[in-house]
Structures are given as C-alpha cells and as structure tokens.
C-alpha cells in the first residue's frame, strides 16, 4: 500500500511539475500559479494526524498538498481514503482563505482551459483553476476534485451571503 503511493507521487511529480526541452536539451519548469497551489504543502494540516502516529511506515510521509492528498482516495482503506477527504477540505479552506480559491477540471484541452482562465485572476472570484487530468481520471481522482469544489464553492457562497 506505501508503495503504491509512493510510485503515484513519483509518477505524478515527474509528470507534473517539469519537462525537458529535447532539442536544446534546457529543463522548463512550469513556476504557473496553479502547479504553484496543486504542489503547495500545507505542514498544519492535522485531520489524519492519529492515523499518522500510529502507523510509523506513514509518519515520515508528507501528504500536505492537493496532489498527494487526491492520492490517498486511490487507497482501499477506508481511513486512509477518511483523512485524504478531510485534507483536501483543510486544503480548500487555506487556500479560499488566502485568497486563492481553486476549482480542479479535467477533460481534453483542461490546461488550455487552465491557462486562458488564469489570465485574469481578478474576475469570477477570484478562483485559480487547476487541470488535473486530460480527457478520463480513474473515479478516486474525480471525487477528489468534487470534494475540493465543493468545499471552495460552499465558501464562496458562504461568502456572498454575510
């Protein structure tokens, strides 16, 4: 089981965060606020943190950030699948708090999508969306996104409404 997520964050960190240019071989990193906010580790996070200390193979692990904490969902655990929904509304609610409100999309062209909606960030709350998967996701990663949508849409409304 810490395998498996182990090989997922390597995949996903990997594939994620930078590409290398092969023609002039230069590495390119992708510094875009919405890998900035995906990546982001948030160290306060302590919905879990019983789970953590009495499962010494997960006390070293950091699951602080929306990428690894959509990841915890993939798992059969169902405590395991428990703390990952609850960090990533701890996740939702930092980042609304901060002023950076996300919405997570998926499907074909999602980083175009991405791109053009984060080219203004003063409009429509200010939300920064994130793609986090082109055309199909596994369901882990879907309800992962819906709980972060969710969280953010309910305090944008909540918001609105004081």
């Given at each position: 089981m810490f395998k498996k997520l182990v090989l997922i964050l390597v995949v996903c960190l990997s594939l994620q965060a930078k590409s290398q240019n092969s023609v002039e071989n230069e590495e390119i990193v992708d510094n875009s606020i919405s890998t900035q906010l995906f990546t982001k580790c948030f160290e306060n996070l302590n919905y879990g943190a019983e789970?953590?200390?009495?499962?010494?193979?997960w006390r070293d692990t950091k699951i602080c950030s929306l990428m690894t904490c959509m990841m915890l969902l993939s798992f059969q655990d169902?405590?395991?699948?428990?703390m990952g929904e609850g960090r990533l509304v701890g996740i939702a609610t930092q980042l609304y708090l901060e002023g950076n409100p996300v919405i997570l999309i998926m499907g074909m062209d999602s980083y175009l999508e991405e791109k053009k909606k984060n080219e203004n960030l003063q409009d429509d709350d200010r939300i920064v969306y994130i793609s986090y998967a082109e055309c199909t996701s596994p369901p882990f990663l879907r309800k992962a996104a819906e709980i972060v949508n969710n969280q953010t849409r309910f305090l944008i409304k909540k918001n609105k409404t004081l």
């Open positions: 789970f953590l200390e009495k499962n010494p193979k169902k405590e395991v699948q428990l």
